[in-house]
């Protein structure tokens, strides 16, 4: 049985911190391929158009071979849930056993989520230990211990792993930020993606 994780977000740009947490996914399983998934439309926030994040994300991931871009929201109507998504994925893996790269601070929104519970018993979690208070690897542990024990009164088995990464204060928000400030970005993004944001002028206007 193979091991793939999907890697789904806004992606708005894809920097290297999300690209170090995919390759420390793909090597600490160890898996077979990491799957990125842009969303069409994230609830909650505007987003650069579908077209440019997925162009960006093609040229940060294009030097590994067991990085993939699929585009299965696109032909999907109204909201797109992370059950689907694993559904539909399924049809063209099959015989995979499939894990859910996210953040911590995302995992503690699981009891939330559309029909969450059948997607905790379909995948495993990759976490993330990002927006943690711990400043190394052993607190972090600690917080996600006592996350666990949130997430297990709402369901009766959930397998996850945290992710061995430093802690990076990285995130697209301040990398748009720093862009609509005239700001260096060189070495927070793929050069290419750099090159890219500067070409299309992406990011230049003031950040809401």
């Known amino acids: 049985m193979r091991s793939i994780a999907i890697f789904g977000g806004t992606f708005d740009p894809v920097h290297w911190g999300h690209l170090i947490l995919a390759e420390t996914a793909l090597y600490q399983v160890p898996l077979e391929y990491v ?16 077209e440019h994040r997925v162009e960006m994300l093609q040229l940060g991931i294009k030097d590994n071979p067991s990085f993939a871009i699929s ?10 849930y992370a059950i689907d998504t694993l559904l539909e994925l399924s049809t063209f893996y099959p015989n995979t056993h499939w894990y ?27 976490v993330a230990p990002r927006l943690v208070g711990g400043e190394n690897i052993a607190q972090t542990e600690l917080i996600c211990k006592q996350v666990e024990q949130q997430l297990q009164k709402q369901f009766s088995t959930i397998k996850w ?5 430093p802690i990076v204060g990285l995130s697209s928000s301040l990398i ?13 993004v793929p050069e290419s993606v750099r090159y890219y944001i500067a ?9 809401k």
């Open 35 to 50: 799957i990125w998934v842009p969303s069409l439309n994230p609830p909650h926030k505007q987003a650069t158009s579908f």
């Open 71 to 80: 585009l299965v929201e696109v032909n999907r109507s109204g909201t797109s």
């Open 100 to 126: 859910w790269i996210l953040g911590l601070d995302a995992i503690l929104t699981l009891p939330r989520w559309y029909r969450g519970r059948e997607l905790v018993q379909m995948c495993d979690f990759l």
């Open 161 to 165: 792993q945290l992710l061995h990464i």
């Open 176 to 188: 748009r930020q720093m862009c609509s400030e005239r700001q260096s970005i060189r070495y927070l």
């Open 199 to 207: 070409a299309q002028n992406l990011y230049f206007h003031k950040s």
